[in-house]
């Protein structure tokens, strides 16, 4: 069998020889237990009930650090535990390659793919997981979509150009994976939920990635964004019916739409819809599985 050729881009970095001598932890890494440091306590305060408490990411570590000498410098403890950045890389990594022998090439999703931490939007109990090439639940009855489908969906919003895209809409945030991956890839991103909690939820996730050019809209996405548009792609992570009108009045001449569709025999299809000067192109392609486009806000 042919070998997917090299990624362009920086792939899993050689581990540090000394990271190499020793077991990684798993990942996630956890920290190590310990007991807590002691806290004085005022004894005339009643004593708090006893709980199980997470060790919050950082801190702690610090303050357990035994008794140094004065002269040794303890190291300040990281903001995360160290080794999750490079392992998750690595794992990210493999991701891409797998995405990659199913056929996507375009330079700019596999780099995406590469750059966004896919574990940030999943909840604890599930990272482990975040790098199958599977859809997770993100709560409220809804998913982060799997990865090979929203790179496959992102190549072809790129409609095989590697220059970046212009102004995009994305209907159905979810927990904002995919808006991350888009604002890699255009020069803005508007990304509509219609639930309040997920939309919140997206804004916590994507609060850590800093990035200056997605926007998070609360609405009904059935409606597109018209203060927005023209846009140069328009992409859905829900399937209606149909393709709401709105959607299509909402891209430039020269866009083109990627969503699901429920198809005449009750299924799911990805179309893709590109408005060209003398009209609307619709393209039927492979059977897809998304989460309803549903109408109005909850
Ligand atoms: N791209 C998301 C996938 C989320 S699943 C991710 O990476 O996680 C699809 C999302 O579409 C759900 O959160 C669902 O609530 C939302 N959705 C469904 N109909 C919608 C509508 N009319 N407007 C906006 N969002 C909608």
């Known amino acids: ?15 540090a020889p000394a990271a190499a001598a020793k077991p990684r932890p798993g990942f996630p890494a956890r920290l190590p237990a310990g007991a807590p440091a002691p806290v004085a ?10 709980r199980t408490v997470t060790a919050p990411a950082a801190a702690p570590v610090a303050a357990r650090v035994p008794v140094a000498p004065a002269a040794v410098r303890v190291p300040v403890a990281p903001a995360r535990p160290s080794g999750v950045g490079m392992e998750s890389q690595a794992v990210r990594a493999a991701m ?23 574990h940030r939007f999943v909840d604890s109990a599930l990272v482990n997981q975040a790098y199958e090439d599977t859809s997770l639940p993100i709560g409220l009855g809804q998913t982060i979509s799997k990865p090979g489908v929203v790179a496959r969906m992102l190549e072809l919003l790129c409609n095989g150009r590697t220059e970046k895209l212009g102004r995009v809409l994305e209907i ?30 997206s804004r916590e996730n994507l609060r850590w990635f800093r990035l200056s050019n997605l926007h ?3 609405g009904d996405g ?49 179309v893709v819809i590109d408005k060209t000067a003398s009209g609307i192109v619709r393209s039927e392609l492979e059977a897809v599985l998304f989460v309803p486009l549903k109408s109005g806000i909850a």
């Open 96 to 118: 891409v390659r797998k995405i990659q022998a199913q056929g996507v090439t375009h330079p700019g999703v596999l780099a995406a793919l590469q750059a966004v931490e896919r």
């Open 1 to 15: 069998m042919k070998r997917p050729a090299p990624l362009p881009l920086p792939l899993a970095q050689a581990p």
């Open 172 to 201: 159905g945030t979810g927990c904002g994976y995919q808006a991350a991956l888009i604002s890699h890839l255009a020069r803005e991103v508007y990304s509509i939920e219609r639930l309040k909690g997920l939309h919140e939820k």
């Open 216 to 218: 998070l809209l609360f």
């Open 222 to 270: 059935m409606l597109g964004y018209a203060k927005g548009a023209p846009y140069a792609a328009i992409i859905a992570a829900a399937g209606g019916n149909q393709i709401p009108q709105a959607w299509i009045d909402q891209l430039a001449v020269g866009g083109r739409l990627v969503a699901p569709a429920v198809n005449a025999s009750g299924g799911q299809q990805l």
């Open 41 to 50: 306590r005022n004894p005339q305060q009643p004593r708090p009930p006893l």
